[in-house]
């Protein structure tokens, strides 16, 4: 007789093998659907897209000006005494701080990204891809995919959004494997 699966624990629901009865003297046993390895790795996959999710959250930009004028912007990688690690353009650079005139942290990616968006308007189309560039170029690829999914709520055949959405999403996977 099956149990109700209201009278199951979470963890009995999954652990339940019932018995079906095939006909007189005979019995087969079916097993949860989802093998404990497959249900492992969606633990772990979602695990690792929330990590991903939190380090974008962490990203910060920052601003160099060095003593020859040069000015140099990017993702502040890491600041330890009078050193400064900049990624820019993807390649990280260690600078010391002493050969810089002026060094300032202009703050967390994503609160930048909320202020551009407020002032960008729904049907602004072009704009709104612009900041998907913008946080593509700073690596906040999940924030990028969520704008860009709300833009093609707006225009569904924008190709421009379906194509940076097919990237969004591979660099998403490249990471995540």
Do not use: C, H
């Not at 010391?96 to 967390?108: C, H, I, R, S, T």
């Not at 704009?127 to 860009?148: H, I, K, P, S, T």
């Not at 591979?170 to 995540?176: A, C, D, E, N, R």
């Amino acid at each position: 007789m099956p149990i109700p699966m209201r009278m199951l624990s979470a963890a009995g629901a999954v652990m339940l093998v019932s018995i079906v009865a095939i006909g007189p003297g005979s019995a087969q046993t079916a097993v949860d659907p989802v093998p404990p390895t497959v249900r492992n790795e969606q633990a772990a996959a979602r695990e690792a897209e929330a990590e991903m999710r939190r380090a974008e959250e962490e990203l910060v930009e920052a601003r160099l000006v060095l003593r020859t004028g040069r000015s140099i912007e990017g993702l502040l990688v890491a600041r330890e005494g009078r050193n400064a690690t900049i990624r820019v353009q993807g390649k990280d650079t260690e600078f010391d701080l002493a050969d810089a005139v002026e060094f300032e942290e202009l703050g967390p990616v994503l609160e930048s990204f909320a202020a551009l968006r407020l002032a960008t308007p729904d049907d602004d189309v072009p704009g709104r891809l612009q900041l998907v560039r913008w946080l593509r170029d700073r690596g906040a690829y999940f924030a990028a995919l969520d704008e860009v999914v709300s833009i093609i709520g707006v225009e569904p055949y924008n190709l421009d959004a379906q194509e940076m959405r097919r990237w969004l999403e591979s660099q998403i996977q490249l990471k995540l494997a």
